[in-house]
């Protein structure tokens, strides 16, 4: 087991060195001075020269590369001041001539418009994001499974061909189109019967309240989000249940005399769990960033709706804090799952 996961962890690494290899190369070719975006169009040369400065954009390619792993990396290499603690909160190793080897949660810079740290904006938004992920995950897992049971059992019915046709038109349509649709259908023409909104976030303020949580604004975005892997849990739970039921062992089973659920919840269901955890894993961490316009559509802060604004303004270290975090939430998602394997089906054995 230790061995395995340590195999896994390794690869881990080598994709989120990639992704930040990736994402470092991409937003340094794009148009745009930061400077400019963070002073304005009418700021003084002094200025401008004071904030390249300070986010090391007047060093080459490779000494800025350099010093974004160094603010990435858990240790890195730090001078051994007051401005330098403040802004990495660093613990000290030990030291190395003036500066210090410091132990430190990977720092992920500091936005272009606001100057706020991004690692407090993705805090914010992050908690909202994952809420939404794992409500829209919980709706697909448990619907999408139940249906795709219901299907397999009534194979070739109207109840198989319903739930068919409504797993192709789930997966047929893209999630920012089903959000509009939704959001005018259920929050402006059927309002007065849902009593919900188009636009909200899960938290809003009160006057006399203060910060209060409005979980009504968490149901259209989060159906929204859900209906694609909905259908396609359905599809791969009834796939994978004919296969099973098919089974040698199925039919001794049906001889002894089991029930018929027993047969079905206890016997088939079971082993055909494996490509539904492949794909409601792998959906967990894609719904957080299919998150993106879906949040946007419903006015929900989140993540996505940080992203996406932060991509309209060019504030580039939103965006790649961003994108950085949802690469580290598919990598840790896939080593779990693999991981996971062996404990719902005893025929997987960690290698």
Do not use: C
Not at 57 to 75: A, E, G, K, T, W
Not at 129 to 147: D, E, K, N, Y
Request: glycine fraction near 6%.
């Amino acid at each position: 087991m230790l061995h395995y996961a340590l195999k896994k962890f390794l690869y881990g690494f080598a994709v989120m060195a990639g992704v930040i290899v990736v994402v470092f190369l991409l937003f340094n070719v794009l148009p745009g001075d930061p400077a400019r975006m963070t002073l304005g169009q009418r700021s003084d040369v002094q200025s401008l020269e004071a904030v390249r400065k300070e986010f090391g954009l007047d060093r080459s390619r490779p000494v800025q590369f350099f010093l974004y792993l160094n603010d990435l990396s858990p240790i890195g290499i730090h001078d051994n001041n007051a401005d330098s603690r403040n802004k990495y909160h660093y613990l000290k190793l030990f030291s190395v001539g003036s500066d210090v080897i410091a132990l430190k949660l990977p720092y992920l810079r500091r936005s272009y418009q606001t100057r706020r740290d991004v690692t407090s904006i993705l805090r914010e938004t992050i908690p909202n994001t994952f809420i939404l992920a794992l409500t829209a995950m919980i709706f697909a897992t448990l619907i999408g499974v139940f249906l795709g049971v219901v299907s397999a059992v009534n194979k070739d019915t109207w109840i198989d061909k319903a739930a068919n046709a409504f797993a192709i038109l789930g997966i047929s349509t893209p999630s920012f189109f089903a959000g509009i649709i939704i959001a005018w259908l259920f929050g402006f023409v059927l309002s007065d019967y849902t009593g919900l909104s188009m636009s909200g976030s899960l938290y809003s303020y009160d006057p006399f309240e203060g910060e209060i949580m409005t979980w009504k604004n968490l149901m259209l975005p989060m159906v929204t989000l859900g209906l694609r892997p909905l259908a396609i849990i359905v599809q791969l739970t009834r796939s994978a249940m004919l296969d099973v039921l098919a089974q040698d062992y199925i039919r001794t089973a049906r001889a002894k005399g089991l029930s018929r659920s027993s047969i079905i919840y206890k016997h088939a269901l079971r082993n055909a769990m494996n490509p539904v955890i492949t794909a409601i894993s792998g959906w967990f961490a894609s719904l957080l960033a299919g998150s993106f316009f879906v949040e946007y559509i419903f006015g929900y802060n989140g993540l996505g709706r940080t992203a996406v604004t932060a991509l309209e303004m060019s504030d580039f270290p939103v965006i790649m804090g961003s994108i950085l975090f949802i690469a580290l939430v598919f990598v840790v998602i896939n080593i779990l799952v693999d991981i996971l394997y062996a404990f719902v089906d005893p025929r997987v054995k960690l290698a």
